[in-house]
């Protein structure tokens, strides 16, 4: 990371810290970027001095402060745009529709850098080695950026207000890239904003994007207490439900079980009654004894007397026995 160049927030010159975190060495001056600046300027004027010196449009301009930069050390998207052209380098909007943009819009690994702006605030976030880095000037070191978050990062960023440029080109291999190469780089504590201490406090707008990002900050923060008070209450709703649920559960599982226990009660005197009920084989065996024993009553009156019984007797007899035999078959087992 120490190999990393990045320039901590001056005053309001986050256009010079951003392209020398771009080219990776301390190449524009805020006196290189006003030079560029002053030459747009005089490039519009004589632009507009072809309706005239008398022209309302020639007066207009003359009255109006420069667009291109000013004494803070602001510098517009055409000063960037001229200064990087001398390194062969272009800006293309991210939201163009120009073959390259669409392809970092599906993909924005497949670039090398972008350069990002809201309201006055410029910065860089730039590929090193196999890595990508946030280089804004108002934190107190790069920031790692995984791949994956690259995508999500630049979403938030244009939700937020922010214009992304994609830088077009070559850009010269740094000393940061090769060491990187070699040795990717581990961050586990993420770098923090710095201080208002050393800003411009006569500037309105110096240190605006600064003070954006703190107040989101403060937002967040807010926006986190509440998320957990609400998890917190989630909670204690959650177990109270859960209390709830099993002490109904409870009730309906005694409740059940006084029914079960009646049911089997109920059962066993059911099977208790139905134990004492003689058996089909009980009452044959009980008719047949019962039909013997009439039979053997008459024989046992006539005993010590010859029989006398005659053949038609024993024919009554015979078919008195088969009808018991028949009615006693004829029982269910």
Known sequence: MEAIFHEKQEGSLCAQHCLNALLQNQIFTAVDLAQIGQNLDEQERQHMLEGGVESREYQHFLEQPSSNYDDSGFFSIQVLQEALRVWGLELLPFTSQNPAAQAAQRDPTSQKAYICNFRQHWFCVRKLGHQWFNLNS???????????????????????????????????????????????????????????????????EAGGARREDDSEDQYLQRALAESRQLVEEDDVALQQALRDSMEGYIVDSISKGDKAIGNSSQSASVSACQSNEPSAEELRIKRLAFLEGKGSNPATRSEGKQPSSTPAEGTNEDALLQDALNLSMAQPK
Do not use: C, H, W
Not at 158 to 182: H, K, P, T, W
């Open 138 to 204: 108002l934190l107190t070191g790069p920031e790692l950026i995984s791949d994956t978050y690259l995508s999500l990062f630049l979403t938030q960023l244009q939700q937020e207000g922010y214009s992304l440029f994609i830088v077009m080109g070559e850009l010269a291999e740094s000393e940061a890239d090769q060491l990187l190469r070699i040795i990717p780089a581990v961050q586990p504590i993420k770098p923090s904003l710095i201080t208002a201490e050393g800003q411009n406090p006569e500037r309105e």
